[in-house]
């Protein structure tokens, strides 16, 4: 099990081995809403919130990141990571090579930056990978 606690400390994220995310209210431990769409039952997976807060973003057995809108619960953007090419010339260390993909392993963790868009993804296989938004 894990949790992500927002940044006023009144809501927090659990996330268990049943494939979905609590929102909870802190103050009284009511769920305010369940996210589903990822699967999480083998490897624990950890979320997080989105710097403004709008949505909880989490890893999955299944190598994506599932970006979920906080009010509604509807996913808004994945990314698969088996998918995802790591461009040529980038350079990459240890097994990590270009043109392969960044991940190979569930993505059990999930971290943002406060302030900018910045997402770093770990897997379970090892191998970390740091997104950065494009530009327009």
Known sequence: MAIAVNRDGEGAALQGLDSSIRLLDRTNGTVLKTYKGHLCDRYPTRCTF???????????????????????????????????????????????????????????????HDRNSALLTASHGGSIALWQPRDG
């Open 50 to 112: 989105s710097p403004d807060e709008s949505q909880i973003v989490t890893g999955s057995q299944d190598g994506v990141v599932r970006f979920y809108d906080l009010l509604t619960g509807k996913v808004v953007r994945a990314v698969n990571t088996w998918e995802a090419i790591r461009p040529s010339s980038e350079e990459v260390q240890g097994t990590m090579r270009a043109g392969r993909p960044v991940h190979y392993g569930p993505v059990v963790s999930v971290a943002t």
